[in-house]
């Protein structure tokens, strides 16, 4: 499962990274990024500090969470939290366990990479209007399916490592 996760995760990072630099021509120089409530655009940035920054948001950021998750467990113990830790984590289960909890971290990682993505999509049709105006249905589907994707990914979590008595 551990390498099926790392596999799509990466997958995915490159698939969005290739979806994010193939559409950045159809931004404006000037790239609208921050929206007020009214969903009139209230700040932006040249497209190359955009591009820098949803690429950033899309690739380097997963990627930390993904090592911080998966890597660190293997180098110290107490970097690890879990429900039930002493438990997991007792020499008998210690490989499964530090194997799941790479698998989450590839999962989560997943996750982050398809939000960034989606919110460069957003941020795409945003600003095929003039003035551009954040497409607030678009926009509150993306965020609704990110949290209850993420919720999701913590009750998985939290069902893997209960207390098994």
């Known amino acids: 499962m551990r390498r099926l996760s790392l596999l799509l995760f990466v997958t995915l990072v490159i698939a969005s990274s290739a979806y994010i630099v193939g559409t950045i021509g159809q931004l404006p ?49 107490r970097g690890v939290k879990l429900p039930n830790r002493d438990y997991w984590l007792a020499p008998l289960r210690r490989g499964e366990t530090l194997a799941s909890v790479g698998a989450f971290g590839g999962w989560l990682g997943c996750l982050l990479t398809v939000f960034a993505a989606a919110l460069h999509y957003t941020i795409l049709e945003a600003n095929t209007s003039v003035p551009p105006q954040l497409p607030a249905p678009l926009f509150w589907s993306v965020l609704g399916g990110f949290f209850a994707a993420i919720l999701s990914w913590q009750g998985l979590f939290y069902l893997r490592f209960r207390t098994p008595y």
């Open 29 to 77: 120089p000037r790239v609208a990024m921050h929206f007020g409530g009214a969903g009139q655009a209230n700040g932006s940035m040249p497209r190359d500090g955009y591009l820098l920054f949803i690429l950033g948001f899309a690739t380097l950021f997963p990627l930390f969470i993904v090592a911080s998750i998966a890597g660190l467990p293997l180098i110290t113990k």
